[in-house]
């Protein structure tokens, strides 16, 4: 390994991507700034007493499926993905959470604020959820969007103003900036490894993450799929596109699959054993999820058989 040649993986498909603004939302882009190495980096990071060359893509396909799907972190902490962004700052508190990445932002202390702010059109307000206390429902009408938009327009408009003039009287920029909303346009550095950065995508391309940070996560994962390809459709099947089933969950469905294929009834004692877990609630969150997964696997849901 001492004597081995060191080279800088180059990936084409993101030489191309490199300092090009791809658009989010109205106003924002992810730009590709630079990336440390590729899917062979994962492989030679977990091969770490061979040399190159020694084994073929399937092979190396074969050991990233594998460490994906035991969840051998590690490797993939060799690769670095390095992106300039910019985003409203309701978003980037979302995404600054991500206390993995190394970060430098914009300074509104040193700079004036970026002057732009992100617009909401007529047909894209959206209603508080019902079952989720933290997301959204369905849209608004058109008709009370198009009010919303303008009252929208009025107070950005207002709120820049206000701080312009603060500028002009001398106010320092740390103390003028304090009334600026939220939808006001940030942009940071953002540099993190590939591991984190597939548990961000997991959380955030994920379609109960609010929209906004949707958009800029599935930017960035465009960029991922360009640049580890192979580790990218292991990631899709074995962690964003995967099912996990607790304990009690995996006990249920066998009870669920034994008096489907017996065809009989489930016995009342299976609904003691879900009452445990709370699972008799209509409300229940861990319920609403577990019946998620029976739709998914195509198995009956034992609440709606049992009030028919």
Request: aromatic letters at 10%; proline letters at 6%.
């Amino acid at each position: 390994m001492s004597d081995e040649s060191v080279t800088r993986p180059v990936v084409p498909a993101l030489e191309t991507l490199r300092g090009v603004r791809l658009p989010a939302l109205d106003y924002g882009f992810v730009r590709l700034v630079d990336y440390m190495g590729d899917d062979s980096s994962i492989v030679q990071a977990a091969r770490v007493s061979y040399g190159s060359g020694t084994k073929s893509v399937s092979d190396d396909e074969g050991l990233i499926r594998y460490l994906m799907r035991h969840r051998h972190t590690t490797p993939f902490e060799m690769c670095e993905l390095k992106i300039h962004i910019r985003l409203p700052m309701d978003a980037w508190r979302q995404m600054i959470r991500h206390r993995t990445a190394s970060v430098n932002e914009y300074s509104t202390r040193y700079s004036v604020a970026i002057d732009v702010a992100q617009r909401t059109p007529p047909d894209k307000w959206r209603r508080q959820s019902t079952s989720n206390k933290q997301g959204s429902g369905e849209f608004l009408p058109v008709e009370l969007g198009t009010h919303l938009t303008e009252e929208e327009k009025y107070s950005q408009s207002t709120a820049r103003k206000v701080y312009e003039e603060r500028l002009a009287a001398g106010v320092a920029r740390e103390q003028a900036r304090k009334d600026l909303p939220l939808s006001t346009y940030t942009e940071a550095f953002w540099k993190i490894d590939l591991h984190n950065l597939l548990h961000f995508l997991r959380l955030r391309m994920d379609e109960h993450a609010q929209q906004e940070i949707r958009a800029y996560a599935n930017t960035i994962g465009s960029i991922v799929e360009k640049w580890v390809p192979l580790t990218w459709a292991a990631w899709q099947d074995y962690v964003f596109g995967a099912m996990t089933l607790s304990n009690p969950e995996q006990s249920a469905i066998f009870q669920i699959n034994l008096a489907k294929h017996c065809g009989i009834p489930l016995p009342p004692a299976y609904f003691e054993f879900v009452d445990k877990y709370g699972w008799n609630n209509p409300k229940s969150r861990e319920r609403q999820e577990f019946v998620g997964k029976l739709d998914r696997l195509g198995l009956p849901n034992p609440w709606k058989d049992a009030n028919g």
